[in-house]
């Protein structure tokens, strides 16, 4: 199973941003899907999930009213976007895939596949 994440850049403080992790080698629609992301001098942190059917999404307090994650299985994507950004989303955001039909782990342990992360960097 490969991830391959994308969609970050340079925006300025109240812009906009949407990842993208497209999933491949094996079926989508089997895993939940979490975003995670890491800010520099920082330990990573958990920011999104989906489960496997876009029923149940999940944030953590960060994104909540900002952030939106969904998923399109037929395109084996799921998306995060990212409104009002400040500087203290700058980070390399991961997305992370395992198998279930349950609720998105909020721990990155609990996940089997990553991507390779892309960079968000906002300027004040």
């Known amino acids: 199973v490969q991830l391959q994440a994308s969609g970050g850049g340079l925006v300025q403080a109240g812009g906009s941003l949407r990842l993208s992790c497209t999933v491949s080698?094996?079926?989508?629609?089997?895993?939940?899907v979490g975003w995670f992301r890491q800010a520099p001098g920082k330990e990573r942190e958990y920011v999104a999930g989906?489960?496997?059917?876009?029923?149940?999404?999940d944030y953590a307090d960060s994104g909540k009213g900002r952030f939106v994650i969904s998923r399109d299985n037929a395109k084996n994507t799921v998306y995060l976007q990212k409104n009002r950004l400040t500087p203290e989303d700058t980070a390399v955001y991961y997305c992370?895939?395992?198998?279930?039909?349950?609720?998105?782990?909020?721990?990155?342990?609990?996940?089997?596949?990553w991507g390779q992360g892309t960079l968000v960097t906002v300027s004040s």
């Open positions: 080698g094996s079926t989508f629609s089997d895993f939940a």
């Open positions: 992370a895939a395992y198998r279930s039909s349950g609720f998105p782990h909020r721990h990155g342990s609990g996940y089997d596949y």
């Open positions: 989906i489960s496997w059917s876009g029923g149940a999404t």
